[in-house]
């Protein structure tokens, strides 16, 4: 059951229009919630004038700072995944973050909101509510706003809001040693996540129980119950967070917003249900951004292209307020080395308040930038030994031998980071053989004779996963035989519904048709920690794993009793129970319910169900890996870049369903493939989002998606009962970085490529200053 | 605001309708005739989530006036599985080949790929994934989409003899020129 590719239970509502996403919800009475936001980088309200909009038919009423004491309160400062141990940081001095403010610090930022009977009426309001701004200068560059006589985006707050520090090894003796040192500075863009759903709220409260009842877009649930119980002062299972379908979220939607405060406020204000979703407008100017983050590096090598140390200064723009630490600064670091020996590392890393809106992790959460460094800096390495680029790489790969390998890097878990069941050397022979690198050179070289420019990039990536603290499952059977699987976790489109049912239906001896799974709903389980960073699978599955054990216990020594024989002559099979010799003895799984309901035994089995939760507490991280290769060529005229081949080539340890692990590469690849081909949230030195809409802001098409080979390895692991790793986060880290790296070779040494995006004019630039006749065959050297 | 009196078919149902003349036909369908299959992903017609059949065209109805519909047959995905519930040929493609993740694009992605096997029964790699190019996704890089489609042509070729196609060709088909492919970058 485990491995096979199921038909996934999700399919069928979603195919036929019967998904429930939160804009689908439709209460009596509903009102709907549309917000004024700010124009301004940097400004101070003077004045909000309602009466206008308040004429509009269709108005209820208009709120802004000051209208109502919870506006008053403030979003978490620390949400979600992160961190839960100690971390690098050494300086942490985050603004508040209250919900309505007369103090405005990015474009889009919310400043009164609508209350109207629809949603055109709510956004006639919108155009017609008038406010008197007090323009301030804004910062949207990290290098400005770290400067001594910057001026504050938060009076009382430094915008140099956060510090780490960490190193091991001599880095100051390597760098005086090396025959080598060379210094970068590489560039990684900030992104959005661009789910085709944005965010989204509809609540509604209960007046019979004081209970507040929210549908939301969530990817944390219990995270968003827990806050809304203190901003509400109820208790919180006086708050149901239903999150269940969601058009898709890539940590965007693991943030905690202010609309997820004012929707169940004005609710319970007003009686009346409300409901806000987010125009695409909304979501490319409030909704967190990934970050932009740049990588000065100064690099101690030999002339053998083997690597003594690296000293890193990292400069994350954190936007305007902070509520994720400096997790993806430390993400970075603690995926730096990708499969690479660094001897000696010291870093350090500065977050830095801008006039934006707030950074938080985009899939890869970190990953991305970690690769694309690295793989620089090895390319760098070739281009400045005149090795070739994969013999850079095979020189400095931890081997099989060297584990398991203690890098000296921390998680942020305070676990040190150890790899360990892990081949690189296997990943990235096979992506050389398979890939045809060797071939792949010599037709480079032959082809560039002939006028035509082709370059081949390789890039790795690794990707920790199952962070903890931990993730529960309840499993029952019911009287009818179907059986209950109740998760603290909800998907944005991973499939748990089918693979959870799947390892529940292995432990349990159960049929996959007969298991339903249920998450997204803080009534199904009492806790929960929430989906992001690649940790449900390893979390919930051996949860679902370990409580579906627990209920087969429970079947065995029941049906030892029932079936009147010995617990090891019982076989349990496609959700019945037998004697194994005595195939006339048979119970379903439905009547074992029920004739243990009401029997005394069960006294000391935990109560009348065949039932049982469990939690998974994972020791620390486990690693996924894996090596992309990329061959493209570029048009001599438009600079076009046409990708020839793809290959990836990953190990995420046992599959649950094959088909889905792919999915989820090949969906992390776009993602990836975006970040190196044009995704950039960008802004003007004045704050103006410049990457608004859908038209400004690139999301890649059907038609720019190449063919992608991919190659599965299951490198074993005992990390976890299941031995199985994360793949959530594995698809979008190497693709940029690879990218980045077979168009710089195609281009030769006229360019060294140290951002992303890649830039279409620098590609140009060369292209027209450099006749492929100039360049030298044989790769970067 | 003017009110107007229109009336449409609906998935075979015929809807009489008093609409503001602002509506959207996305709004019409979700908000007030409840068929919340078809979903809202852009402001700008960029991305095809609302994509419905409108007397027998891909239609995206973000950028569709309701009052401009009057008169018209339109098809929802509410309207493509069969009476019983049984998937349609596209839609149990979708199933096989795990063409869908949040489901969310899905609905406009499955009412496009209807078009697209109605015009071209032949279509290879390079035109699925053009006829495509105005719906995005964003969780699966249309990988398995693509195969979908693929499976969904093949099914609907092998089972074209002696039956009627799933979907009636368009008298005057658009022109099949493939333009030519955007530049990727910014």
């Known amino acids: 059951?485990?491995?096979?590719?199921?038909?996934?239970?999700?399919?069928?509502?979603?195919?036929?229009?019967?998904?429930?996403?939160?804009?689908?919800?439709?209460?009596?009475?509903?009102?709907?919630?549309?917000?004024?936001?700010?124009?301004?980088?940097?400004?101070?309200?003077?004045?909000?004038?309602?009466?206008?909009?308040?004429?509009?038919?269709?108005?209820?009423?208009?709120?802004?700072?000051?209208?109502?004491?919870?506006?008053?309160?403030?979003?978490?400062?620390?949400?979600?995944?992160?961190?839960t141990g100690p971390s690098y940081v050494d300086q942490l001095e985050l603004p508040p973050h209250p919900v309505f403010q007369k103090h405005i610090t990015y474009v889009g930022e919310q400043v009164a909101v609508v209350v109207a009977e629809s949603p055109y009426a709510a956004a006639d309001g919108v155009e017609a509510v008038k406010v008197d701004y007090e323009v301030l200068p804004a910062l949207t560059d990290w290098a400005q706003a770290m400067a001594p006589d910057a001026p504050r985006?938060?009076?009382?707050?430094?915008?140099?809001?956060?510090?780490?520090?960490?190193?091991?090894?001599?880095?100051?003796?390597?760098?005086?040693?090396?025959?080598?040192?060379?210094?970068r500075r590489y560039e990684t863009s900030s992104l959005k996540s661009v789910a085709i759903e944005g965010r989204g709220v509809a609540a509604r409260w209960d007046g019979n129980s004081g209970s507040m009842e929210i549908w939301s877009t969530t990817q944390m649930h219990y995270a968003v119950r827990d806050r809304l119980s203190q901003v509400l002062k109820i208790a919180p299972d006086n708050v149901r967070v239903?999150?269940?379908?969601?058009?898709?979220?890539?940590?965007?939607?693991?943030?905690?917003?202010?609309?997820?405060?004012?929707?169940?406020?004005?609710?319970?204000?007003?009686?009346?249900?409300?409901?806000?979703?987010?125009?695409?407008?909304?979501?490319?100017?409030?909704?967190?951004?990934?970050?932009?983050?740049?990588?000065?590096?100064?690099?101690?090598?030999?002339?053998?292209?083997?690597?003594?140390?690296?000293?890193?200064?990292?400069?994350?723009?954190?936007?305007?307020y902070c509520h994720f630490e400096m997790m993806l600064a430390s993400n970075t670091i603690n995926h730096l080395p990708t499969h690479y020996r660094i001897p000696a590392l010291r870093v350090e890393g500065w977050g830095i308040l801008t006039n934006t809106p707030t950074a938080s992790p985009y899939r890869g959460a970190g990953r991305q930038e970690a690769s694309f460094t690295m793989d620089r800096i090895l390319d760098?390495?070739?281009?400045?030994?005149?090795?070739?680029?994969?013999?850079?790489?095979?020189?400095?790969?931890?081997?099989?031998?060297?584990?398991?390998?203690?890098?000296?890097?921390?998680?942020?878990?305070?676990v040190p980071v150890c790899y360990d069941h892990l081949d690189f050397e296997r990943l990235l022979e096979t992506t050389v053989e398979k890939g045809d690198y060797a071939g792949w050179r010599k037709r480079q070289a032959e082809w560039r004779a002939q006028g035509r420019r082709i370059g081949i990039g390789i890039g790795s990536y690794v990707e920790a996963g199952g962070i903890g603290p931990c993730e529960g499952a309840s499993v029952a059977i019911q009287a009818n035989g179907r059986i209950a699987v109740k998760i603290g976790v909800n998907s944005q489109g991973q499939s748990h519904e089918t693979t959870l049912a799947q390892i529940c239906a292995k432990a349990l001896g159960a049929d996959y048709t007969e298991i339903d799974v249920l998450g997204g709903d803080t009534k199904m389980l009492r806790t929960g920690f929430g989906t992001g960073a690649s940790r449900v699978a390893v979390n919930t599955g051996n949860a679902v794993h370990l409580a579906s054990l627990s209920v087969r216990k429970k079947l065995v020594t029941m049906a030892a009793i029932l079936l009147k024989c010995e617990e090891g002559d019982i076989k349990i099979e496609s959700g019945a129970v037998y004697a194994r010799d005595n195939p006339q003895k048979i119970m379903r799984f439905g009547e074992m319910a029920l004739a243990c309901s009401r029997h005394p035994a069960m006294a000391s089995h935990g109560g009348p169900d065949l039932e049982a939760t469990e939690f998974f507490y994972p020791p620390t991280v486990v690693w996924s890996s894996g090596v992309n290769l990329a061959v493209v060529e570029l048009d001599a005229d438009s600079g076009r870049v046409d990708i020839l081949k793809y290959l990836f080539v990953h190990d995420s340890g046992e599959p649950l369903h094959p088909q889905v692990v792919e999915g989820q590469l090949s969906g992390g690849f776009a993602q990836g493939f975006g970040a190196a081909m044009g995704e950039r949230v960008a802004y003007a030195a004045d704050g103006q989002p410049l990457s608004a809409s859908l038209l400004d802001y690139y999301v890649p098409r059907a038609t720019d998606i190449p063919d992608v080979e991919y190659i599965h390895f299951a490198f074993p692991t005992p990390d976890n009962p299941l031995g199985i790793k994360a793949v959530g986060e594995s698809g979008p880290n190497a693709p940029p970085a690879t990218l980045a790296s077979a168009i710089n070779d195609a281009l030769g040494n006229d360019i060294e490529i140290t951002e992303l995006p890649v830039r279409w004019n620098h590609i140009v630039g060369v292209l027209r200053n450099a006749p492929a006749s100039r360049i030298n065959a044989g790769g970067m050297s | 605001m003017s009110a107007h009196d229109i009336t449409?078919?609906?998935?075979?149902?015929?809807?009489?309708?008093?609409?503001?003349?602002?509506?959207?036909?996305?709004?019409?369908?979700?908000?007030?005739?409840?068929?919340?299959?078809?979903?809202?992903?852009?402001?700008?017609?960029?991305?095809?989530?609302?994509?419905?059949?409108?007397?027998?065209?891909?239609?995206?109805?973000?950028?569709?006036?309701?009052?401009?519909?009057?008169?018209?047959?339109?098809?929802?995905?509410?309207?493509?599985?069969?009476?019983?519930g049984e998937l349609h040929a596209i839609q149990e493609a979708f199933s096989l080949e795990h063409g869908l993740q949040c489901g969310f694009c899905t609905p406009g992605m499955v009412m496009s790929t209807r078009q697209l096997l109605a015009r071209y029964p032949d279509a290879e790699v390079d035109e699925i994934r053009h006829q495509l190019e105005?719906?995005?996704?964003?969780?699966?890089?249309?990988?398995?989409?693509?195969?979908?489609?693929?499976?969904?042509?093949?099914?609907?070729?092998?089972s074209a003899d002696g039956r009627e196609p799933a979907v009636t060709k368009h008298a005057a088909p658009y022109p099949t020129d493939l333009h030519q492919r955007r530049h990727h970058g910014s």
Not at chain 1, 286 to 314: P, Y
Not at chain 2, 54 to 59: K, P, T
Request: hydrophobic share 40%; net charge neutral.
């Open chain 2, 134 to 158: 105005g719906n995005i996704c964003r969780c699966t890089g249309y990988h398995n989409i693509i195969k979908a489609v693929q499976r969904a042509a093949a099914q609907a070729r092998s």
């Open chain 1, 380 to 414: 760098a390495i070739a281009r400045e030994t005149g090795l070739d680029p994969l013999e850079v790489r095979r020189r400095n790969l931890v081997r099989r031998a060297d584990m398991p390998y203690r890098s000296g890097l921390i998680y942020r878990d305070g």
């Open chain 1, 153 to 183: 985006i938060h009076p009382e707050f430094s915008n140099r809001a956060a510090h780490l520090a960490h190193s091991y090894g001599d880095v100051d003796a390597a760098m005086s040693e090396a025959e080598m040192v060379i210094e």
């Open chain 1, 242 to 320: 239903i999150a269940r379908d969601i058009g898709g979220g890539f940590g965007l939607k693991g943030a905690f917003y202010p609309e997820d405060i004012v929707a169940p406020v004005l609710a319970r204000h007003l009686n009346r249900p409300v409901r806000w979703t987010e125009t695409r407008i909304e979501h490319m100017l409030s909704s967190n951004h990934s970050g932009r983050q740049t990588h000065d590096v100064k690099v101690a090598f030999e002339r053998d292209g083997r690597i003594r140390a690296l000293d890193l200064v990292l400069y994350k723009e954190i936007g305007a």
């Open chain 2, 8 to 84: 449409l078919h609906i998935n075979g149902k015929r809807h009489d309708c008093r609409v503001e003349a602002r509506t959207l036909l996305v709004h019409l369908l979700r908000e007030k005739l409840g068929l919340t299959g078809t979903h809202v992903g852009c402001d700008t017609t960029q991305c095809g989530a609302c994509t419905i059949s409108l007397d027998d065209r891909a239609v995206k109805s973000c950028t569709i006036l309701a009052v401009q519909a009057d008169g018209c047959d339109i098809v929802t995905i509410e309207g493509m599985a069969g009476e019983n």
């Open chain 1, 1 to 83: 059951m485990i491995g096979e590719n199921v038909r996934r239970k999700e399919d069928a509502r979603f195919l036929t229009g019967r998904g429930r996403y939160v804009e689908d919800i439709q209460f009596p009475g509903m009102l709907y919630l549309g917000f004024v936001r700010s124009p301004h980088a940097h400004a101070n309200i003077r004045q909000v004038d309602p009466s206008a909009a308040r004429a509009i038919p269709g108005v209820v009423d208009v709120f802004w700072a000051g209208s109502l004491p919870e506006f008053d309160e403030t979003l978490p400062a620390i949400f979600g995944t992160a961190s």
